[in-house]
């Protein structure tokens, strides 16, 4: 159906061209310098965590159920941690390794692993020729650089509202032996907010993968982040797996770095016993022990996964009014016009929009010039290529509520200004 500016007169869409550029002089003039990119917690997000540092100091007890915070040892980190960790995914203590601080790193060197090494007695990804990454799009840029860093193609797979499109993941996984993994996010998944259905969880746990060394990578960065009391509920996948049998599929990655800290939380892995044993191998070469002092201090002020849901209780306080703000602006500016869609997630970081097919760029370049950052348009898709330039990722975490609002205000304009040149262009 033609959007607004496509029903419009010539002489009315000029019209509403120059009205929209003075809009935009008059932004100009205002020497705006917002930035609306990337996924960070605010400083009242972060001033939440504040209490934590004085938990540890010269007087604390060092000490983890007897396990030593303070000096090497205890590889798959502190027993707390692990099972705080475990519990917040719904597995076994045994099966989980808290280290370091960062999820992405994990998975990094998951993938290197797999890539140099092998894994599961097959022989490393880098001797077969070219092999392959499922790419979930619009998905999450560090997940698909991680890929493309060593030379692994990424494919990319549709999005639906439920999760990726399962009968083209079944199509590539169970046919191709050069499919070695595939990235998601199955939780208000980076950027779209949406939390994969019951069924995308039961045919990803039921894949028949065509390589034996084929895992799913599963990132579950916002598995406690709910902006609303009754959260999205996603199955546990490892239930799944176990209801049939399956060993062997899947890792599953999270850490505290959007509960506490960025970065100077603690982050974790768990996979079946086997594929574990294979990590806990190769992250031993990496490393004499996890840091472990940052765990001690998480575990004693997160005590377990109540205390987590109540410590992110109060971060969802701090974030739903900026969701609620992107969703009122974006409604009010945009509602009526058929220009744009975007999600109406229920937790996360980001809200994911699409404007009219070859906008994106021209609405992320104006905006800069407007005095916007956005984050770069395609960056959600594998090597940056958003195939129909629509996608742009929202992020209104960080920027404080006044001028998170002040950037949506600039984005109406600049999103319909591009939206009314398009269709000025197709006459
Ligand atoms: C989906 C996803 N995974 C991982 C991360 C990074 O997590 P970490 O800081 O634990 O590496 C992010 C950060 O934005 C993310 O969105």
Same mark, same amino acid.
Do not use: Q
């Given at each position: 159906m033609p959007n607004a500016y496509q029903q419009m007169s010539t002489a009315d869409l000029d019209a509403a061209i120059a009205a929209l550029e003075a809009q935009t002089d008059q932004i100009r003039a205002l020497g705006l310098?917002? =930035? @609306?990119? *990337?996924?960070?917690?605010?400083?009242?997000q972060t001033d939440l965590s504040r209490p934590m540092l004085d938990l540890l100091t010269s007087e604390s007890d060092l000490t983890d159920e007897g396990a030593p915070a303070d000096n090497y040892g205890i590889p798959d980190g502190l027993p707390s941690a692990r099972r705080l960790?475990?519990?917040?995914?719904? #597995?076994?203590?045994?099966? &989980?390794?808290?280290?370091? +601080?960062?999820?992405?790193?994990? @998975?990094?060197? #998951? #993938?290197?692993?797999? !890539? %140099?090494?092998g894994i599961g007695g097959n022989a490393p990804w880098c001797t077969q020729g070219e092999v392959k990454f499922l790419c979930p799009s619009p998905g999450y840029d560090r997940h698909f650089a991680v890929t493309e860093r060593y030379g692994i193609v990424n494919i990319p797979i549709a999005m639906t509202a439920d999760g990726p499109d399962m009968d083209e993941v079944e199509r590539l996984v169970n046919s191709d032996p050069q499919v070695k993994g595939m990235w998601c996010v199955p939780k208000y998944a980076n950027p779209t907010g949406i939390t !994969?259905? =019951?069924?995308?969880? *039961?045919?990803?746990?039921?894949?028949?993968?065509? $390589?034996?060394?084929?895992?799913?990578?599963?990132?579950? /960065?916002?598995? &406690?982040?709910?902006? !609303?009391?009754?959260?999205d509920s996603l199955l546990n996948i490892f239930d799944v797996l176990a209801e049939s049998g399956r060993q062997n599929l899947v890792y599953e990655f999270a850490s505290t770095a959007k509960v506490t800290f960025?970065?100077?939380? @603690?982050?974790? &892995?768990? /996979? +079946?016993?086997?594929?574990?044993?294979?990590?806990?191998? $190769?992250?031993?070469?990496e490393r004499v022990s996890p840091e472990k002092l940052s765990q001690l201090?998480? &575990?004693?002020?997160?005590?377990?996964?109540?205390?987590?849901?109540?410590h992110m209780a109060r971060h969802a306080e701090v974030l739903r009014p900026r969701f609620e703000l992107v969703q009122e602006r974006l409604?009010?500016?945009?509602?009526?016009?058929?220009? /744009? %869609?975007? %999600?109406?997630?229920?937790?996360? !970081?980001f809200v994911s929009f699409d404007g009219p097919e070859g906008s994106a760029k021209a609405t992320v370049a104006m905006m800069a010039e407007l005095g916007v950052t956005l984050t770069g348009a395609g960056a959600t898709w594998p090597y940056g290529k958003d195939p129909h330039d629509t996608n742009i990722r929202i992020a209104p975490t960080f920027p404080s509520l006044a001028d998170l609002g002040a950037a949506l205000d600039v984005f109406v304009v600049a999103?319909?200004? #591009? $939206? /009314? *040149?398009?269709?000025?262009?197709?006459?």
């Open positions: 310098k917002l =930035d @609306m990119a *990337r996924g960070k917690p605010s400083v009242e960790a475990a519990d917040l995914l719904g #597995v076994d203590a045994a099966s &989980v390794l808290v280290c370091g +601080s960062s999820s992405l790193n994990l @998975m990094h060197d #998951v #993938v290197v692993n797999a !890539y %140099t090494k !994969y259905s =019951d069924d995308v969880v *039961r045919r990803i746990a039921a894949l028949e993968p065509a $390589a034996p060394d084929f895992r799913v990578f599963w990132d579950n /960065a916002y598995i &406690v982040h709910d902006l !609303y009391d009754e959260g960025p970065s100077s939380g @603690m982050a974790f &892995v768990t /996979a +079946s016993p086997a594929d574990i044993a294979e990590i806990r191998a $190769a992250f031993s070469i201090a998480h &575990v004693r002020f997160l005590h377990d996964v109540e205390g987590i849901r109540a409604e009010a500016g945009l509602g009526d016009l058929g220009i /744009a %869609t975007w %999600t109406h997630p229920h937790g996360g !970081y999103a319909k200004l #591009v $939206a /009314a *040149r398009l269709a000025r262009a197709e006459r």
